[in-house]
């Protein structure tokens, strides 16, 4: 098949960019080299949808984080119903002589555009977010940073991309790119080969070899791995803003995050490897994030940790890169994308389509375009009154399958149907296994429900795609 | 709200004892609530022998050993056993919402009793680093697996942690014909009962490593490999001890975690080191009127124990309720 436009890779850049351009009257096919979208770099991200500060001022990440941050609360939480919670951010310093680098931030923050940040004192620190340590002397806050679980947002854009007519095929990597002499790229993925006219590259860690299959190796992808440690739901209410330390030259430093979901997270750390599969965690990264975390809240203490996990940022220099390759006409990259790139998805993804147009694709919208996209039903996001109301309508609402986080049968099945395939892709849509007893009580439920819902073998089911099976045999 | 003189939340050993002796005590209407489709908990995945030596002097397997308390509570007519049915609130004035498929119920009981069991301690508690491939499972969850599905989750198995589950899945795995190479014990001693170190693992000539720590799991999407390493006596690596063993599946038995996020949802005090009832004896917690018995009050090696404890669980309720009439 001929498309107009090929995204490779289903994270959050490249689902930002397929439903920007499902827009149009074009032909949009969107691979992704793992089972399910969401699946690389964009699992492991930290879920905070950032303000802008901390980036340089005449950055391309500054200016798209901003405008990225305004989408979201503007539009996308609405449109897409995501659960985006603006619980803002405080970056705190350790010493009174540090308050100098926290008005530089503001004055960098407000010459970005950032509205409503203000420096706060101890005293007003111990009114509103009381667990902080004595070490605090001071924080800026900035208010319209907030929350946001990062795979859902994936999964609600590719979702939507999907039914504004985008196709989407995952455990789809690509082997091969040919240039055609006349305009236009040869994609090899899969098995099958492709033709487009325009290749978006948003392949994540792999992006530099994407890049250079495609005729243009002008940057290499440097992975920086950060490890993040997950705390008991119980601990929710330790802080009630994103708290950052003041940011060192390489990395935001330790964070202790609030999520959407309720679990508290630490972290992450910030070290460079060369291993682009590299996602384990380290006795040293554990000691490292406690205590970061605990030098800004001493009462975090390492039995809170129920989870934890590691992640590779595709650091491509300081910057995004974002652009034409004129030596590969044709082809968008969209690489580079470490933090602030979940905030600025959106952004980049518009950026993305203006280049796109710029080199010749026709951009007409279409009659009509779907902008919104249904809420998913989540018991552990509703009250009592109104899970009464989904039982109601569905029993099956009724019928827990995972008792740590409160899901229901239901919203497993409504997991599948609307995509998963793996016991991942199950969890990261539901919370199902998320929990404090890790699917001990609930995964062989989860794995008769994707039996029943995909026909799949227990044998067949996976973690997170082949090779990742979770029994070997059946026995009857 | 419809009112209830005695709810007990859990069908398994410790909440169908419980209900079994308020009757006999004089309680006259017993709602019990299972969150699974049977009555039994965790006994029904435990078909090896051992149990009921002492509460009936005979050996039963696990689930002849419930099934004695099922018959006896399926018979009680003032008993309403209500399956599939799982408590989401708890408050200090005994009102409990449960749901189950179809319907939100709220019901206010004059004695609550929680005999919710305990959950595995998990790989991430014990913090082992590495990787996070498919094939790591808290014991609990392969005994389920092999025993109640007839799924096999590997060919050649590390077990980390001596207790009892550990132990006895080391034995069920290898009679499965599962290569298991090692059970990895970070103790001197193992947790389990000796004659589960004896029976299963000894007969079955699997070795058992003290004092050593698995440091690192590796595999992308499987379980490839663990690293394991000696430690002193203050649980530190000791240089130059370290191995590697070759396994697909690593199984988790670490230890168990009382259950009562209830009765800290009802305001009770909690321990937070063992996640048990913080109270002045046995049975009882904070909160008047609600009381705790089995694994959600102390983890027990035998179930025979959970029996005999939860009995007076019962009896105590009872007495309350006698008190409070």
């Known amino acids: ?476 | 709200m419809k009112e209830r003189e005695l709810v007990i939340v859990g069908g398994g050993p410790a909440g169908m004892a419980a209900a079994l002796a308020a009757r006999a005590a004089g309680v006259r209407d017993v709602l019990l609530l299972e969150r699974d489709q049977h009555l039994g908990g965790i006994l029904n995945q435990c078909i090896h022998p051992g149990f009921g030596l002492h509460h009936f002097k005979e050996e039963l397997t696990g689930p002849e050993y419930a099934d004695r308390f099922v018959r006896l509570v399926r018979e009680d007519p003032a008993i309403e056993v209500s399956l599939r049915s799982f408590v989401v609130k708890l408050t200090g004035a005994r009102e409990l919402s449960f749901l189950r498929p179809g319907a939100l119920e709220e019901v206010k009981a004059r004695a609550v009793i929680l005999a919710t069991g305990c959950r595995e301690r998990t790989r991430e508690m014990i913090a082992i680093p590495g990787s996070r491939p498919a094939g790591v499972f808290p014991a609990g969850l392969a005994q389920k697996m092999v025993n109640i599905e007839g799924w096999i989750p590997g060919r050649e198995a590390v077990i980390v942690g001596s207790g009892d589950i550990g132990l006895i899945m080391a034995r069920r795995m290898a009679l499965e014909g599962v290569r298991v190479k090692a059970v990895v014990e970070i103790q001197k001693t193992s947790r389990g009962l000796v004659r589960n170190v004896v029976q299963c693992l000894e007969d079955f000539g699997i070795p058992l490593y003290f004092q050593h720590r698995v440091s690192m799991i590796h595999g992308r999407d499987r379980v490839e490999k663990v690293a394991v390493v000696k430690v002193d006596d203050d649980f530190k690596d000791l240089p130059g001890t370290g191995f590697e063993i070759a396994c697909d599946t690593v199984l988790v038995s670490v230890g168990l975690i009382p259950e009562n996020e209830l009765l800290e949802m009802a305001g009770g005090e909690i321990n937070r080191r063992t996640n048990t009832p913080v109270a002045p004896a046995v049975n009882l917690t904070s909160v008047p009127g609600i009381f705790a018995c089995g694994n959600a009050c102390k983890v027990y090696d035998l179930a025979d124990s959970v029996t005999k404890d939860s009995e007076l669980a019962g009896r105590l309720a009872a007495e309350y309720l006698g008190a409070a009439a």
């Open chain 1, 1 to 476: 098949m001929k498309y107009d436009v090929i995204v490779v890779g289903a994270g959050i850049t490249g689902a930002a960019v397929a439903r920007e351009l499902s827009r149009y009257r074009l032909d949009v096919l969107l691979l992704e080299r793992e089972a399910e979208p969401a699946f690389g770099v964009s699992k492991s991200n930290s879920g905070i949808i950032h303000a802008g500060t901390q980036n340089p001022p005449a950055s391309l990440k500054g200016w798209l984080c901003v405008e990225g941050n305004r989408l979201m609360r503007e539009e996308l939480a609405e449109d897409l119903g995501l659960n985006f919670v603006q619980c803002g951010q405080l970056v705190v310093a350790f010493e009174e002589s540090d308050v100098k680098e926290l008005e530089k931030i503001k004055a960098d923050g407000e010459a970005l555009g950032i509205r409503g940040m203000a420096l706060v004192d101890r005293a007003w620190l111990d009114a509103n977010e009381p667990n902080l340590g004595p070490e605090v002397k001071a924080a800026l806050l900035v208010p319209s940073a907030g929350i946001i679980s990062p795979y859902r947002f994936v999964y609600a854009l590719v979702e939507n991309a999907v039914r504004n007519g985008v196709q989407l095929k995952t455990s789809c990597r690509v082997t091969g790119i040919t240039r055609i002499e006349k305009g236009g790229f040869y994609v090899e993925a899969g098995g099958q080969v492709h033709t487009a006219r325009f290749l978006v590259n948003a392949a994540g860690l792999a992006a530099d070899e994407v890049s250079a299959m495609a005729g243009a190796p002008t940057f290499k992808i440097h992975p920086r791995k950060g490890e993040e440690y997950l705390l008991d739901k119980k601990r929710e209410h330790i802080a009630n803003r994103i708290i950052f330390p003041l940011p060192s030259r390489t990395s935001k430093g330790i964070l202790i995050i609030k999520t959407s979901d309720g679990n508290p997270m630490i972290g992450p750390t910030a070290h460079e490897t060369e291993d682009k599969a590299d996602l384990s965690t380290t006795d040293e990264g554990l000691a490292e994030v406690l205590a970061g975390a605990r030098r800004m809240m001493p009462s975090i203490e390492k039995s809170d940790i129920i989870a934890y996990f590691a992640g590779l940022r595709p650091a491509a220099g300081k910057d995004f890169v974002i652009r034409h390759e004129d030596s590969a006409p044709g082809l968008v990259n969209a690489a580079g994308i470490q933090s602030p790139g979940l905030t600025a998805a959106p952004a980049i993804a518009a950026m993305v389509a203006g280049i796109l147009k710029d080199h010749g694709l026709r951009l007409e919208p279409k009659a009509e375009f779907h902008r919104l996209r249904p809420k998913p039903a989540h018991l552990f996001q509703v009250t009592l009154a109104e899970t009464r109301h989904l039982i109601e309508k569905n029993p099956a609402y009724g019928d827990i399958v995972c008792r740590c986080e409160l899901v229901s049968a239901q919203e497993v099945r409504d997991a599948v149907k609307r995509g998963a395939r793996t016991l991942d892709g199950v969890k990261f849509r539901t919370r199902a296994q998320a929990g404090r007893c890790h699917g001990g009580f609930c995964t062989t439920r989860i794995m008769k429900i994707m039996h029943e819902e995909l026909g799949l073998a227990a044998t067949e089911i996976t973690k997170r795609g082949p090779g990742s099976e979770l029994i070997k045999e059946e026995r009857k």
